[in-house]
């Protein structure tokens, strides 16, 4: 069946520092992918998302391909601030549900 | 435009008694779902729901009930609150991918957090 395996947190990064959250996915079909983020007690919200293999998601700094190839979808952002820490969730929607990642803890140290 | 709502926001419940958890969209999608959140397990599903008046099992079922008898609302009950319940519940809802096959983006609501005593 599909599954989303994102790699464990938490990742502690300072200011300004490359951020890199691996994502693999095993699905059936083509589905589309997604990366959200949840902020200390909210709801998950989409950060972006890829409906195609090659196409690359973007938002707020952060970007995302997706890797047909590599069954990947790895989350990137070149400068991460202190407003990013969050909970970042990969997913994969394939027929009538979404699903999810265990989710990776970020911490942004000023 | 208020999206996803839920209803409470924060409940402690007694074991044995029973509540519902109430998720209100305006966004006219047709997928509503219900996760629940628990330390170090992500997101687990419960119930889901393709359309008004149907329903259909997630991965946590047990122990819950469901209902859609409108679009725009979609209800969760414990009809027997047990402390393993303890949990933040979210509800989302979905619009169709393109040609209708399957889910697309999720929306979620703020959550409800539940104590179970």
């Known amino acids: 069946g599909n599954s989303v395996t994102q790699m464990e947190g938490p990742v502690t990064l300072s200011e300004e520092a490359f951020l890199t959250i691996n994502c693999t996915y095993t699905a059936t079909g083509y589905p589309s992918l997604f990366w959200y983020v949840q902020y200390p007690g909210e709801g998950l919200q989409l950060l972006l998302k890829?409906?195609?293999?090659?196409d690359k998601g973007s938002n707020k700094g952060f970007e995302a391909t997706y890797r047909k190839e590599t069954t990947s979808f790895h989350l990137e952002k070149g400068s991460v601030q202190v407003s990013d820490s969050a909970v970042y969730f990969c997913?994969?929607?394939?027929?009538?549900?979404?699903?999810f990642g265990a989710g990776t803890r970020l911490f942004v140290k000023a | 435009n208020a999206g996803v709502t839920q209803t409470p926001k924060f409940r402690v419940l007694k074991t044995g008694q029973s509540m519902t958890l109430l998720c209100a969209q305006d966004?006219?999608?047709?997928?509503m779902y219900w996760y629940r959140q628990d330390p170090g397990m992500g997101l687990r599903l419960i119930h889901y729901?393709?359309?008004?008046?149907?329903?259909a099992k997630g991965e946590v079922p047990d122990g819950y009930n469901v209902s859609r008898l409108k679009k725009q609302n979609f209800l969760l009950g414990l009809e027997s609150a047990a402390p393993s319940q303890t949990s933040v519940y979210f509800c989302?809802?979905?619009?169709?991918?393109?040609?209708?096959?399957?889910?697309?983006?999720?929306?979620f609501g703020p959550g409800t957090r539940l104590l179970v005593l």
């Open positions: 997913a994969l929607s394939g027929g009538f549900k979404t699903i």
């Open positions: 989302a809802s979905s619009p169709t991918r393109a040609g209708g096959l399957g889910t697309e983006t999720q929306y």
């Open positions: 729901s393709v359309g008004e008046g149907t329903t």
């Open positions: 890829a409906t195609k293999a090659d």
């Open positions: 966004m006219n999608h047709e997928y």
